[in-house]
């Protein structure tokens, strides 16, 4: 181990039921490196930092920091080993305030008690050098007053702009990271794992926690950013590991190599899909949206005024880093999500906030992004699920009755049409059983084969091995040959560039930009995504001073 | 008028003290998250055992003793199927009520009839005989039993607990957001079973203050839904002990008024306008039985409202009430 | 040496294990509760012969358990279909209240011949019921508020409601007892001639085929398991979570309804302030047992009924008090859930030696 390596994972293999997450990994960090760990999703990232940090244990390997070898059972041992993480989803309690989240778990005592005071107190300092007394104060007092003045301090100095008396509940998304980010530097730590830090911040944003992050570096700071996306890597980072499919690729120092390297590390093939797509008579518009709004789950709006209109026969491809509202139109299309203003038209049909129900007897598929939570009943067998847009079709139920004859072909004819695999009777295997390929293909197949109009399809290739997610990208196109008009929602720009006839970026809940896969450049795309063109951009923010924040 | 007055304070105070115990109790193990419907059988097997520990020792402050442990053994049983077994908590605390009223039930047949001079009432030393004079409220407030007197200074200290501790930080916590309390450092495991045996400790106490202090008698099904009224006293009070103090009166003045409520004879004049309309009303809403279901009725309508006005966090569960947790539920 | 428990969780349940489930539940709440009657003084086999063979051997013993099995098999109805689609109706009793009461009325209050006045005394019923369940019915449909709380609440509301009008409109006007006139004989339920059980017998078995068809057959019944399996992905398959929440809970409000109306006329003859069966509270632990379908619920509510025509039959016979039987259901629910949590995981006991301190090389594995 040569002396500047800070940390080392060495053989890292961690399996869950039906899943190797991480298979041998090994990586190495130098002290105040920004190291980014790179992969599709599924990769095992995520896993790896858990594990790093305590919250899982790995089956094999081992993790040593600073010549010793580190022995962690929960996130409290990784912590006093000087390792913090800043979750993707924040791990803040909202009731709470600010310096209350930070110091949870600490116990420290009252001021009165604390055993670090110089003064000379007399009988209360012969108290607190015992230790019985020590733990009970750390139990039945709380220390808010002076960890709180240095918290405050803390973040004054990093320029966090932040009250830390507010409750967390009162903050917006890059507050609240700065809190997290916060709670990492309280504890004094020498790693700070960061998980897809900028998915859910604005440029701006995003800007300023690459500053932060350097000047943290410079003062001795070691950062893992664990990410998906390229200019990230290529923009901030020193070295990069890359994971693929549970396993290493390698370690390589970030300046020697160019996005399209890392892209190959990360996929494995130059040239992943050579897909035929014959250019398709379009018809008529299966979609008409115009000036479409709706709010997301926290009741701010999401979607700003969206104009789209959708042919039979055409694939329309929407690109957007997640959390820009995609998700919230993609729902609204599909009658999930409440609209608070403009219509929706499907085959003419104006179906603006109508149930569910009604835009599927108007033609409308939905592949949802998240498929165990929204795109089946893990629980229920396999032909229960199948059934589960068609069963009020009159081919299963005359009136009352289910003919579960009809609806077990019905499961099989999908199972057999889509290479569902691992099934032998659609009765007895639950939908939660089968792979996450397998589930996504079983879906793919009800969503489709019903002969849409229209087919949503949010992320269907994610999470998927890569002989599915050639299937079901040739299903995709030739459900756009018969005439189906689908809108297909991505975070692989390769996908989009390979089966879209259109490509639309959505930023901020609207459509900045449009344009054709021959006509593009991933560039182009890449800068719309994430505010638009450079100069205007740092124009507009040095503007509204930075206003953008409260998201 | 006067005499009413007090008499309707001190029924109130009087009624109060046992909701007021269990209803911290439950309070402090529903802000771990964790819900606890087996308050009721947790009271009897307090105040069963505590009634018998004093009959046979002589003794009502370990008869107290007893009655506190055997509420928080039910209530260990609780915590260990809810908290390590991941089992439906509605179920398990409705199966403990049931098993407390069966066994204390069965088992205390044969106490029942006798009767035991249990925690006297006193004066607080030196201040007290002042304090009792104070009009309707005096002899209310501070002429009362040890209980009553431990009740009333366990809302401060709970409140303390909660707010101006550590751990009163971390069980909060772990009721709000257990995965992320864990992340923290914060033994979630330890804090619920903590908050859970302490809710039962609790209601036991409040059982035994029933058939200590309150009558100095056992008979089977003493307590009369009080638990119940706990559980819907802790919503009442929107999980925050000042509240339970108010809302303990409240429920308390609703079963005073029941017992007054022939005194009372509330009606209006037959010279006076709508009397044929209001008289009627009035003897419904005053009648004792109708009475009794107020405090159900006040809650349920606090519950909706809350619910519908869902912008105040701070009125708002903890967000974890009623959810198992596990780590590593991947 | 260390003691290790290492709990996995199970991918799927043996077959045993899932059809066992029930008998090993019984089983143990019988051996735990044999220590209740030894602690008495009473022997566990005299007792549950009396019990159990006793009960099930002779013509009044049977008679009786039928009688005591209808409404114990509606209230088990009332939450089972609920709990189909994951909701808890915990307010069963109160609904079975509100039944009684309407029964009363229309007993009371309407004269038809029997033929006519029993139907409509059970439609009254079941309505009250489902009246009753209809606000915490809606406020968990259309706001999400847990209907644990609120059915449990309105509980405690009914038995009050009830409590008053047996003292007041709906007393008896000869004496000044708690309780109503009694119903007119066109108002009770007869028995089936020859064999001896009551009529009611019969609309239970029929509302558990009714319901197993249903649950089972029917587009309805899909929905109902489905948004019990996830209602998520039921609102992206268009069905409608208000509209299925509100059937199943109304449903389970009107059979509650129908066990007080069948217990009134066919047991009572008459309301009273002392009538608090608990079968709505009994009606959860059948639920659980009968977990996996409506004919499993039929079952689990003869054994209830025989436990409980049992307790009487000890408590006259051996001087046990019949709370045996509620530390019996209590028992009976407590190993349910045990039995749960091991349906879900696999536990594994191992001894760990301590490792060798002299021993080279350490194995890894631990981290």
């Known amino acids: 181990m040569s002396n500047d390596e800070f940390v080392q994972l060495k053989d890292i293999t961690k399996t869950f039921p039906g899943v190797v997450a991480n298979d041998d990994v090994s990586m190495s960090l130098r002290r105040g490196e920004i190291h980014g760990l790179l992969g599709e999703n599924g990769a095992g990232k995520s896993t790896l930092m858990k594990i790093l940090y305590g919250l899982y244990s790995a089956d094999e390997g081992e993790i040593w920091l600073d010549g010793e070898r580190l022995d962690m059972e929960s996130p409290q041992d990784a912590i006093d080993a000087g390792i913090g993480m800043v979750h993707q989803h924040f791990k803040l309690i909202p009731r709470l305030s600010v310096s209350e989240n930070i110091v949870l778990g600490m116990r420290e005592p009252a001021a009165a008690f604390r055993a670090d005071r110089d003064d000379d107190r007399g009988v209360l300092s012969a108290l607190t050098g015992n230790s019985v007394v020590r733990g009970l104060a750390s139990r039945f007092t709380l220390g808010l007053d002076e960890p709180q003045a240095e918290i405050q301090q803390l973040a004054d100095d990093y320029g966090f702009d932040l009250d830390v008396t507010t409750p967390v509940w009162e903050l917006g998304v890059g507050e609240r990271q700065r809190v997290e980010i916060l709670k990492a530097l309280y504890r004094d730590v020498d790693l700070l794992i960061l998980d897809e830090p900028t998915a859910v911040l604005t440029p701006t944003q995003a800007q300023r926690l690459c500053d932060t992050l350097r000047k943290l570096t410079d003062e001795g700071l070691t950062v893992i950013i664990i990410t998906h996306k390229l200019d990230e890597i290529t923009d901030v980072t020193d070295r990069v590991t890359v994971l693929r499919d549970g396993q290493d690729v390698g370690t390589v120092e970030t300046s020697e190599h160019t996005s399209d390297d890392f892209a190959r590390m990360m996929v494995g093939r130059d040239v992943l899909f050579q897909l035929e797509k014959e250019g398709v008579a379009t018809g008529d518009a299966v979609l008409d949206v115009s000036d479409l709004r709706a709010d997301g789950d926290r009741g701010i709006e999401a979607v700003s005024g969206v104009d789209l209109t959708i042919d039979s026969g055409e694939i329309v491809g929407l690109a957007g880093v997640s959390g820009n509202g995609q998700k919230e139109l993609a729902e609204a299309l599909v009658g999930v999500r409440e609209t608070t203003d403009g219509t929706i038209a499907v085959t003419g049909e104006d179906v603006t906030n109508a149930p569910p129900r009604s835009f599927i007897d108007n033609g409308v598929s939905f592949v949802p992004e998240d498929r165990h939570e929204d795109g089946c009943a893990g629980t229920l067998s396999i032909m229960h699920n199948a059934v589960m847009k068609a069963y009020t079709d009159t081919e299963f139920s005359d009136g009352l009755k289910l003919d579960y004859e009809a609806m077990e072909a019905y499961a099989e004819t999908l199972v057999e049409a889509f290479d569902v695999r691992g099934i032998n009777d659609v009765r007895d295997i639950n939908a939660g059983e089968l792979s996450g390929g397998n589930l996504q293909k079983l879906i793919l197949a009800r969503e489709m084969l019903r002969e849409p109009d229209l087919l949503v399809a949010n992320q269907p290739t994610r999470g998927v091995d890569v002989g599915a997610i050639e299937f079901i990208r040739e299903r995709l196109l030739e459900q756009r040959r018969a005439g189906t008009g689908i809108l297909l929602l991505s975070e692989d720009l390769d996908e989009l560039f390979d089966l879209s006839d259109r490509i639309l970026v959505i930023y901020e809940g609207e459509f900045v930009y449009e344009t054709t896969p021959e006509a593009a450049t991933r560039r182009r795309i890449g800068l719309e995504m994430n505010g638009g063109q450079g100069a205007e951009q740092s124009a507009k923010v040095a503007a509204d001073g930075g206003q953008s924040d409260a998201r | 008028m006067a005499g009413l007055a007090a008499g309707l304070a001190n029924a109130t105070v009087n009624a109060s003290t046992v909701l007021i115990l269990a209803g911290l109790g439950e309070l402090i193990s529903e802000r771990a998250g964790v819900l606890n419907l087996g308050v009721e059988g947790m009271m009897l097997v307090g105040a069963l055992s505590g009634f018998v520990v004093t009959w046979v020792t002589g003794s009502y402050w370990l008869g107290m003793g007893i009655a506190i442990t055997a509420g928080g053994l039910m209530a260990l049983l609780h915590a260990f199927l809810c908290i390590s077994l991941n089992s439906d908590q509605a179920v398990s605390g409705i199966m403990l009520t049931l098993l407390g009223t069966g066994l204390t039930t069965y088992f205390g047949n044969d106490w029942s009839g006798r009767s035991i001079d249990g925690f006297p009432e006193v004066t607080i030393p030196v201040v007290g005989e002042y304090l009792v004079e104070i009009p309707i409220l005096g002899s209310a407030l501070f002429q009362s039993t040890a209980t009553d007197y431990a009740a009333l200074l366990l809302v401060p200290v709970v409140w303390l607990f909660l707010y101006r501790t550590n751990i009163g930080l971390e069980l909060i916590s772990v009721g709000e957001d257990p995965e992320t309390a864990d992340t923290m450092g914060v033994d979630v495991f330890k804090m619920r079973y903590l908050a859970v045996i302490l809710g039962g400790m609790f209601a036991g106490a409040a059982g035994a203050h029933l058939s200590l202090a309150f009558n100095g008698i056992w008979s089977a099904t003493m307590t009369a839904g009080r638990g119940w009224i706990a559980v819907a006293l802790v919503i009442f009070a929107r999980w925050r002990p000042g509240r339970i103090l108010l809302g303990a009166y409240l429920f308390g003045l609703f079963n005073a008024l029941q017992l007054y409520s022939q005194g009372l004879n509330l009606s209006l004049g037959p010279g006076a306008p709508l009397v044929g309309v209001v008289n009627p009303v009035l003897e419904f809403v005053l009648n004792p039985t109708i009475m009794s279901t107020y405090p159900y009725l006040v809650t349920l309508l606090v519950l909706v409202i809350t619910v519908v006005r869902a912008e105040n966090r701070e009125l708002a569960q903890p967000s974890a009430l009623v959810q198992s947790y596990s780590r590593e539920a991947d | ?367």
């Open chain 3, 1 to 367: 040496m260390k003691l290790n428990v290492d709990v996995t969780p199970r991918t799927d349940v043996p077959r045993w294990m899932r059809y066992g489930t029930p008998v090993f539940t019984i089983l143990a709440a019988l051996a735990v509760s044999a220590v209740a009657l030894v602690a008495l003084g009473v022997s566990p086999v005299e007792a549950y012969y009396v019990m159990f063979v006793q009960t099930l051997t002779t013509n009044f013993g049977l008679t009786n358990t039928v009688a005591k099995a209808v409404p114990l098999i509606f209230a088990g109805l009332a939450v089972y279909l609920p709990l189909k689609a994951q909701l808890w109706n915990i307010g069963a009793e109160g609904q079975l209240f509100l039944g009684a009461i309407a029964g009363t009325w229309i007993g009371l209050n309407v004269s038809l011949p029997m033929v006519a006045l029993l139907p409509l005394m059970f439609v009254g019923g079941a309505l009250a019921g489902a009246a009753w369940i209809a606000v915490p019915a809606w406020l968990r449909a259309k706001l999400g508020i847990n209907e644990i709380i609120t059915t449990l609440l309105f509980v405690f509301v009914a038995t009050e409601i009830k409590n008053y009008l047996v003292r007041g409109p709906l007393q008896a006007p000869t004496a000044n007892f708690p309780q109503s006139a009694q119903l007119p004989a066109a108002a009770q339920l007869p028995d089936i001639p020859v064999v001896g059980y009551p009529v009611g017998i019969v609309l239970a078995v029929v509302l558990v085929a009714v319901t197993y068809l249903l649950v089972n057959y029917t587009r309805l019944g899909y929905e109902i398991t489905f948004i019990g399996a996830n209602d998520t992905a039921a609102e992206h398959a268009g069905m409608s979570k208000f509209k299925i929440y509100m059937i199943v809970l109304m449903a389970g409000g009107a059979m509650a309804g129908v066990a007080g109306v069948s217990e009134l006329s066919g047991v009572q003859g008459r309301l009273r302030a002392s009538f608090e069966p608990g079968y709505g509270f009994t009606a959860i632990p059948i639920a659980l047992l009968g977990r996996n379908g409506a004919f499993q619920v039929m079952l689990a509510a003869l054994f209830f009924a025989v436990i409980f025509v049992g307790g009487s039959s000890i408590q006259t016979l051996l001087g046990v008090p019949s709370a045996i039987v509620d530390i019996m259901q209590a028992l009976i629910i407590l190993f349910l859930i045990t039995s749960e949590f091991f349906k879900q995981y696999s536990i594994d006991l191992g001894i760990e030696r301590a490792p060798d301190p002299g021993a080279p090389g350490q194995p890894e594995g631990e981290v």
